[in-house]
């Protein structure tokens, strides 16, 4: 089964044509652009590496969140649009779950962590003891403190990986035990992840008309905040 990734959810965009379990292309870029600049440039370049079209596609898998609201957005966008035009099945796919899926058969608890502004994280944990990530808890957005508190309960060791490591590492260290970090080139989720997973799903038949598929955010936009607010107060007037 040949799959096509898109990940978006971060500041690094990747995609990825995965065959089962072998990687034919993958291309991921951190140039402070715009993913809707960068996505379509990289699948074109990842089929001509794969030696692919869009005719021996199976189905495309696209990271469905949690992560930046634009980038969900546009990789959501792009990979509906593709199915549509192409005739494929689509599944979305945990950004957290693709961030743990590399890391198997770990004694320790894994903790994506993603950076969601405001002082808070994205994360979820996951148990691989048995062999792949088995997600146990989340996804969340909680203050790094709060996550601390939750992983206290389970009194085993954490290993820590996303780009919210850097700017709450210390914070995470501090407050929890036998604590440790996954090396920095698992920072961001991966394409081949996402297509990895996907294929998992399709496999079960997980596929979804595009049209039907949404972001995960787990919290609301900073528009739909202050539209409550609004709300609450009366002052939105006709707002509906």
Avoid at 189 to 200: C, D, F, H, S, W
Wanted: glycine share 12%; net charge neutral; with cysteine.
């Amino acid at each position: 089964m040949i799959v096509l990734g898109i990940e978006s959810a971060t500041l690094v965009a990747g995609v990825a044509v995965v065959n089962g379990d072998i990687i034919l292309a993958e291309r991921m870029i951190n140039n402070q652009r715009t993913h809707s600049v960068n996505l379509l440039p990289m699948i074109k370049a990842a089929f001509e590496e794969a030696g692919i079209t869009p005719g021996d596609l199976d189905g495309i898998a696209v990271s469905s969140g949690p992560g930046s609201f634009t980038g969900l957005r546009i990789g959501m966008s792009t990979a509906k649009t593709l199915a549509q035009v192409w005739g494929l099945p689509l599944v979305g796919v945990s950004t957290l779950d693709s961030l743990a899926h590399p890391l198997t058969g770990l004694k320790d608890l894994i903790c994506p962590v993603l950076n969601a502004r405001k002082n808070e994280v994205y994360a979820s944990i996951y148990d691989s003891s048995g062999g792949f990530p088995d997600r146990i808890h989340g996804p969340v957005a909680v203050s790094p403190e709060e996550l601390a508190a939750t992983l206290g309960k389970y009194h085993r060791g954490v290993t820590f990986l996303g780009d919210g490591v850097p700017l709450y590492g210390k914070v995470l260290q501090s407050l929890v035990a036998q604590s440790s970090f996954a090396p920095a080139t698992a920072s961001f989720p991966r394409g081949a992840g996402v297509a990895e997973l996907g294929i998992t799903e399709l496999r079960k038949g997980g596929g979804m008309d595009p049209l039907q598929l949404i972001p995960g955010y787990i919290r609301l936009s900073e528009a739909e905040v202050k539209w409550l607010e609004k709300q609450k107060t009366g002052e939105c007037g006709k707002c509906s």
